[in-house]
T-cell receptor
Framework: QKEVEQDPGPLSVPEGAIVSLNCTYS??????FMWYRQYSRKGPELLMY????GNKEDGRFTAQVDKSSKYISLFIRDSQPSDSATYLC???????????FGQGTRLTINP | DAEITQSPRHKITETGRQVTLACHQT?????MFWYRQDLGHGLRLIHY???????NKGEVSDGYSVSRSNTEDLPLTLESAASSQTSVYFC???????????FGPGTRLTVL
């Protein structure tokens, strides 16, 4: 079993829809949770960063962490074609510099 | 502006050849990482370094090596390229204040 599991999709939704992307993990030591966005033929870029449990909002994006269930989510409101990308979750434990990545979910927003 | 660059961006080589992929960062970050990205596997860590002269193996290190002689560079060497090493390779760096990693643009390697 992988430390971090992420449904690879692909996921295709119409413009304006609410998108929910999720990851589960098995390592209870994980404290830092991130979402990276990767456009086609580009390197990943950090989108959201949360520490421990709770929610974080940034514009149309909301990251949620539920440590009791070992489950994290990324919500995209009012999705746009420019949100079409691969979204990767990543996690690390306290004091660790290494990240453990999920497989990535390929998302397409249709105009 | 600080950045992280990789070269070459594309490489085609033959089985058995030695190949070196370059990674250069101007962030002055202590930590540098090499990943490979394949369909269905996401990003898998090959090697990483927490400073000059420090190198560590990741989860898929067999057939790869790195050396860190300065802060800016972490070249990745494939000792004897195999077709299973056909992949997209990403270099990343981070500082010790938080663990956000900044990624390079990637190198697409094909081993024939």
């Amino acid at each position: 079993q992988k430390e971090v599991e992420q449904d690879p999709g692909p996921l295709s939704v119409p413009e304006g829809a609410i998108v929910s992307l999720n990851c589960t993990y098995s390592n209870s030591a994980f404290q830092y949770f991130m979402w990276y966005r990767q456009y086609s033929r580009k390197g990943p870029e950090l989108l959201m960063y949360t520490y421990s449990s709770g929610n974080k909002e940034d514009g149309r994006f909301t990251a949620q962490v539920d440590k009791s269930s070992k489950y994290i989510s990324l919500f995209i409101r009012d999705s746009q074609p420019s949100d079409s990308a691969t979204y990767l979750c990543a996690m690390s434990s306290l004091g660790a510099q290494k990240l453990v990545f999920g497989q990535g979910t390929r998302l397409t927003i249709n105009p | 502006d600080a950045e992280i660059t990789q070269s070459p961006r594309h490489k085609i080589t033959e089985t058995g050849r030695q190949v070196t992929l370059a990674c250069h960062q101007t962030w002055n970050h202590n930590n540098m990482f090499w990943y490979r990205q394949d369909l269905g596997h996401g990003l898998r860590l090959i090697h990483y370094s927490y400073g000059v002269q420090d190198t560590n193996k990741g989860e898929v290190s067999d057939g790869y090596s790195v050396s860190r002689s300065n802060t800016e560079d972490l070249p990745l060497t494939l000792e004897s390229a195999a077709s299973s090493q056909t992949s997209v390779y990403f270099c990343a760096s981070s500082d010790n204040l938080d663990n956000e990693q900044f990624f390079g643009p990637g190198t697409r390697l094909t081993v024939l």
